[in-house]
């Protein structure tokens, strides 16, 4: 396979850029199995309560993992061995995914309040399961990490002295609740949420011009040479 200078830093760029990808769905394909199927959280597939936002949150990684880590293989395959069609297949999925996360971006944008409103719904889920199952581990443990990240605790009830060992210390009196924080959070920060969109939606265009190099490359060596 003969690539020239420009050839040969688009194939180090995909290569690094698959690494990548392959590393961050392993992790989400392995957070989301475990969510799906560990014991401790098992229970949000079949309680009564309102528990939709968790389990589209959980199919959305393990569906996403499986994507990158196919996206991740393809890559490099097409990159080390030089071969155009799954180089096609990877920059086709790269269009496809580009294209979802800024369309995905621009609609939590414009819809940062409904967001904000989704995973506070999904606190309240949380906190009412505690409260239902008289204090379950895996559940705490999910409190306390909306806890600690937004400096809040509870829902504002008189209710909340039964989660105090879930905020670390925090005063309920002088501590704001978690769905108000939740909203306000993704209220204010809506732009830096859509740059990141973009952010990595440019990184998968990036890879993709590197991909389409390469296969134009490739395709220019093994054209035959005409004989006069």
Known sequence: MALDD???MSKCIVILFNIIIGIVGCAMLGL???LRFSSETRGFFDIDLNTKQFVIGVTVLIVLGIILLLLSALGHCGACSGNRSALGVYASLL???????IAAGVLAFINSDEVGQQLAA????V???????GGEQSLAVTL??????????????PLEVLIQETC????ILNTPGCPS???TLFRKNAGVMLGCFLGTAAVMICALVCGIIMSQQLKRYRLPVPIY
């Open 32 to 34: 989301g199995v475990w």
């Open 6 to 8: 420009c050839g040969q």
């Open 95 to 101: 269009v496809v995914l580009a294209g979802v996360i």
């Open 127 to 133: 906190y009412l399961q505690y409260l239902n199952k």
């Open 144 to 157: 306390e990490l909306f806890h600690n990240a937004l400096d809040c605790c509870g829902i504002g009830l």
């Open 168 to 171: 670390s210390g925090q005063s």
């Open 181 to 183: 924080a939740i909203e």
């Open 122 to 125: 999904f606190y309240n889920t």
